[in-house]
C-alpha cells in the first residue's frame, strides 16, 4: 500500500538558518510528488512537484526539494527561513492510479 | 484566474444536526475533490469527482455523508446527521484533470464545530 511518512511533526529554526523538511514515501514506482503549504486558517498551497527528470526541483518562495529513489525521500529545504514560513507543511504522493495521500504534517516555527 | 471558492467559512452546529458546504472550482477544471482534515492531521480524500462522475468515494461514510456535483462545476458536500468525530476542516480542490501527477488547487475550507 502507498504512504507518505513526515517523520517531524514540529520544528522550530531561528530566522535566517537553513531549513530541511523530512519525507518519505512507499510505492513500488516512481511516484509523482509534491509539497504544499498551508498557513493557518487557509487552503494548501502547492510550493513544487516533481514527476521526473532532474531530482532536483525548485519551487516558489525559494524553496527547492531533492528526489532521492535510492532513500525514497523528497526533502524541502531552504537555505535562509524567513518569519513569513511559519506554517504547515504537508508532502503529498500521486500515483498512476489516480490517487493521492498526504503526510500528517510539520509544523514549522521561525524564531526572530 | 480566481481560485476555488468555499462557503460558508466557518459553522458551528449541534450533534445529529445536518450541514451542507458548498464548492466552487477554478473555472474549466473538470476534477473536484473533498477532503476532511481533522486538526493535526494531513487531508483525508472523502470524495474525488470528474466532470459530474463520482472517480473515488471510497472514504466517504456514506450513511451520514454525501456529495453532489449535478452539472459538473460546483458541489455540495452534505452531514447528516453530524456526529462529534465529524469536527474539522473540510477542504474543497480542483484540478484540471484527474490523475496523481496534477497538482490541485485548495479552497481555504470551512471548519466545523460540533457540539
Known sequence: AQSVTQPDIHITVSEGA??????NYSY???PYLFWYVQSPGQGLQLLLKYFSGDTLVQG???????????????????????????????????????QFYFGTGTSLTVIP | EAGVAQSPRYKIIEKRQSVAFWCN???????LYWYQ???GQGPKLLI???????VDDSQLPKDRFSAERLKG???????????????????????????GNQPQHFGDGTRLSIL
Open chain 1, 28 to 30: 513500488g514506482a516512481t
Open chain 2, 73 to 99: 462545476v460546483d458541489s455540495t458536500l452534505k452531514i447528516q446527521p453530524a456526529k462529534l468525530e465529524d469536527s474539522a476542516v473540510y477542504l474543497c480542490a480542483s484540478s484540471e484533470q484527474g490523475g
Open chain 2, 48 to 54: 474525488q469527482f470528474q466532470n459530474n462522475g463520482v
Open chain 2, 37 to 39: 482534515q481533522i486538526l
Open chain 1, 60 to 98: 516558489i518562495k525559494g524553496f527547492e526539494a531533492e528526489f532521492k529513489r535510492s532513500q525514497s525521500s523528497f526533502n524541502l529545504r531552504k537555505p535562509s527561513v524567513h518569519w513569513s514560513d511559519a506554517a504547515e507543511y504537508f508532502c503529498a504522493v500521486g500515483n498512476t492510479g489516480n
Open chain 2, 25 to 31: 472550482p477554478i473555472s474549466g477544471h473538470a476534477t
Open chain 1, 18 to 23: 537553513s531549513l530541511e523538511l523530512r519525507c
